[in-house]
């Protein structure tokens, strides 16, 4: 087990929602049911057959058209031989339980080669999305357009190819790749591209294997004292605007007969000439609600910074709350999780944070009200989330002179512009 600020992760269970793991696909015969490209070497030996083919032809040389048939048959035995190393090949996939944005993680991949007595070999699997980024024709063309090269798919479940060199008949393999996920989303599964260039490695002969899964990955979960100068606490308490027992001044006033000496503040009485006494403020299992506000007055491509910074600041004050055992609500104008405690809640704001998007505000205004969060049909709840007796975090990107005074007194708000 691992621990991520304070969140717990199992790298031997999948990640995969539904289903839990990825489908086992196997390949079935078809009439044209794989693909092929030539690969460098291929390209020189191809070339050379052209040459030994036109000067066999202008000679009439016997040893050449010899030497030309043995050629040409090595690429017929180089497709029947490539074809059976990928013919009924089994695939799963297997990730940690929880994946963040940026965080490295090890993706198991476990092949089965369900042939009786042929082995496979040389077999690569990876993404059809990076599969087709790696196609020569994609290649050419972005050659053409301004020799740029064609950018990784950002949204690819697996960016580095797995590589089996040897599968026996009946024999099931595991390989492991590490690599880190750009971006908070749902990613999904096309299926898996699997290649080989066995035997000569001339050609690159690969088919698609159907398959689908998903996988959601959480936004960046930071140590709540990154943001310290944004918050004018660090504890996960919440602390009442009432005295009573606890541990952070309230007030200081006159001393009172029958209290405790040990509450008497002898520097204020040194400077009053009276006893004066400290009070605390009382630490009370309140109710905190954390509020995201995802509308956005424009476009600009900084935006999407901003917002993304937005979201792991939520996502990091949600894991700090909730680690200290504070019952939790997490709201946005999309939608509303009801107040909680522990991972299992956790989880379920961090799936909500993890496909949250940037609205455009639909008025262009700097007004901001309870209308901005219709995810809360119930107007009693949503007034009284918005009431003084719930304390708030808000982020937002709205003036501060729209937000309403009353909910600033109960609010701790933070703009985008200050993350």
């Known amino acids: 087990m691992l621990k991520y600020f304070g969140i717990s992760k199992s790298l031997s269970d999948s990640a995969v929602r539904a289903p839990r793991h990825l489908p086992r696909s196997v390949f079935k015969d078809g ?24 000067t066999a032809t202008g000679t009439g040389n016997n040893l050449m058209f010899i030497i030309l048939a043995a050629l040409l048959s090595s690429i017929v035995v180089s497709g029947i031989v490539s074809r059976n190393a990928l013919k009924q090949i089994a695939l799963s996939l297997q990730l940690p339980e929880n994946v963040f944005a940026g965080e490295k993680v090890s993706i198991k991949i476990s092949m089965m080669n369900l042939k009786r007595f042929f082995p496979s070999f040389s077999i690569r699997v990876q993404d059809p999305e990076m599969s087709r980024r790696e196609s020569p024709f994609i290649r050419i063309r972005q050659w053409i357009a301004g020799g740029k090269s064609a950018p990784a798919g950002e949204m690819a479940i697996f960016r580095k190819a797995a590589y089996f060199p040897v599968l026996l008949p009946r024999e099931t393999r595991s390989e492991l790749t590490v690599q880190s996920f750009p971006k908070r989303g749902l990613y999904k599964l096309e299926g898996f591209w699997i290649s080989t260039r066995f035997p000569f490695g001339f050609f690159q002969r690969g088919r698609l294997v ?114 200290e055992g504070t019952g939790t609500e997490f709201l946005t104008p999309s939608e509303y999780v009801p107040r909680g405690i522990g991972l299992d809640h956790l989880y379920r704001i961090l799936r909500s944070l993890a496909v949250v998007k940037r609205e455009k505000r639909k008025t262009a205004g700097p007004g901001w009200d309870l209308a901005h969060f219709p995810a809360v049909k119930n107007d009693r709840l949503l007034k009284e989330l918005f009431s003084e007796k719930v304390f708030k975090i808000i982020v937002t990107s709205s003036p501060r002179e729209s937000v309403p005074s009353a909910v600033l007194r109960s609010s701790h708000v933070v703009f985008f512009d200050e993350l």
């Open 210 to 323: 159907a398959a689908e899964g998903e996988i959601l990955v959480y936004p960046i979960v930071q140590n709540i004292s990154v943001f310290s100068h944004l918050l004018p606490f660090l504890p996960g308490t919440i602390e009442s605007p009432h005295p009573g027992p606890g541990e952070t001044l309230f007030s200081i006033r006159k001393y009172q007969e029958a209290e405790s000496a040990r509450t008497i503040d002898w520097k204020a009485t040194a400077k009053t000439g009276e006893l004066m006494a400290r009070e605390y403020a009382r630490e009370e299992e309140g109710r905190f609600c954390l509020i995201l506000d995802t509308h956005v007055q424009g476009s600009a491509p900084e935006l999407d910074t901003m917002f993304e910074k937005a979201v792991s600041f939520a996502a990091s004050i949600a894991a700090h709350f909730v680690r």
């Open 31 to 54: 009439l044209f049911p794989f693909s092929f490209r030539v690969t460098h070497a291929g390209a020189v030996y191809l070339g050379f057959v052209f040459l030994l083919s036109m």
